[in-house]
């Protein structure tokens, strides 16, 4: 309920300032369309890549073609003479790619290995909202596609979260909004929902 009033409060408020200062909004709303109409024509150039990558075909004399977006991996390969298959992958921030190649084979083609899970040490922080806001410090331990697991510890509590990278949705690419749950000092349980960055 009291999440409601501070809403319903902020609301106000903005209401107010539009009201008072309308040119200030207005220049306000138009920074604001502008960064997302750039954010979003950045995102349409790099999809436009990604599916130009996925609908070329291979040379005649190429079995496999990796390549690597931001965050995005395209693989495509043959198999067959005119058939090509491709696979596009999300790869996070804590992830990597190894190529292996193998000297005592050369004829074959190298591996190509995509770490988009396992366990990381990545020290982070931000802000998680349980009854009011309150800052936060985390370490993230393991990590699977946009998803992770963190230790959190703030003010109030500490305990054990989820979080999740915002990048698909968001022009933030170290961006997660994260869910904790655990202990306070005096022995409740608590949660909270927030967001974090890493360090």
Known sequence: M?????LASALKSAADF?????KDAVIILLIFIIALTGWKLNREKNRVQELAAKIEGLPPDTKR???IYRDRIVTK??????KIEYRDRYLPPEGHIDVIT??????ELPEVVIKDRGFTRRIGGGFVYSDRFLPAVDLKWAFLRRYSSIIG??????GLGISRHLDDVTPFQNLEILGIGGFAWD????????????F
């Open 102 to 107: 193998k000297t005592d084979r050369p004829g």
């Open 65 to 67: 073609v990796v390549t």
């Open 187 to 198: 022995g409740n349980i608590r949660f909270g929902i927030g967001m974090r960055t890493n």
């Open 2 to 6: 009291r999440l409601a009033i501070k």
């Open 153 to 158: 510890i703030t003010p109030s509590f500490s």
């Open 18 to 22: 539009t009201i008072h200062r309308p």
């Open 77 to 82: 390969w043959r198999t067959g003479p005119v």
